[in-house]
């Protein structure tokens, strides 16, 4: 039991980490669609000059997507089937835990629960963190018409060395969902 107790720290820690390196993707598209028709695409820069989010950031994502869009079997032109569009959202999230150290221990004259049991009073702990959203849409080029939407939330890492691989992750999760499962 002891030995389990020692590693339960760790535990904790990983748990934690894990579960923000989770990215939510959800996907949502027009049925009428035939996806199969779409072989080329190219970037909407009027969509992609609204995302406020740095020009480096930008380029990272762009590149993801084109890596992505390779993979799929589409290739990039000035005539494309479908347009990509991105859109970006950030939330910053402040918690903020106030431990007042209260224990079970030696108290008065007898054990029992006290405030008393530590020497530290009202330790409080502020963290940040921040949440950003990806959207990336497809449109008919022909029509103009959004066809397909794929949004991805997950909290992004502040460590410089670890954007390209974070965003590489989002926009791989985000167009797992394309093209979208023939309904039956």
Do not use: H
Request: charged fraction near 30%.
């Amino acid at each position: 039991m002891k030995k389990l107790l020692k590693y339960l720290p760790v535990v904790i820690v990983l748990i934690v980490v894990s579960s923000c390196s989770s990215i939510k993707v959800a996907s949502d598209y027009d049925k009428e669609t035939a996806f199969n028709e779409f072989k080329t695409y190219a970037f909407y820069k009027t969509g992609i000059d609204k995302a406020e989010i740095s020009d480096l950031d930008k380029k990272r994502i762009l590149r993801a997507i084109e890596a992505e869009m390779t993979v799929k079997g589409f290739t990039k032109s000035e005539n494309p089937d479908i347009l990509v569009s991105i859109f970006t959202k950030a939330r910053e999230q402040v918690n903020v835990y106030n431990n007042n150290n209260m224990g079970f221990g030696p108290y008065g004259y007898g054990w029992g629960w006290s405030p008393y049991y530590y020497n530290d009073f009202n330790n409080t702990t502020v963290t940040r963190s921040t949440e950003g959203t990806l959207f990336i849409d497809l449109i008919d080029a022909e029509k103009k018409e959004l066809v397909w939407q794929g949004v991805g939330s997950g909290y992004l890492n502040e460590k410089m060395d670890k954007k390209d691989e974070r965003i590489q992750e989002f926009v791989g999760k985000i167009l797992e969902n394309y093209p979208p499962k023939a309904e039956k």
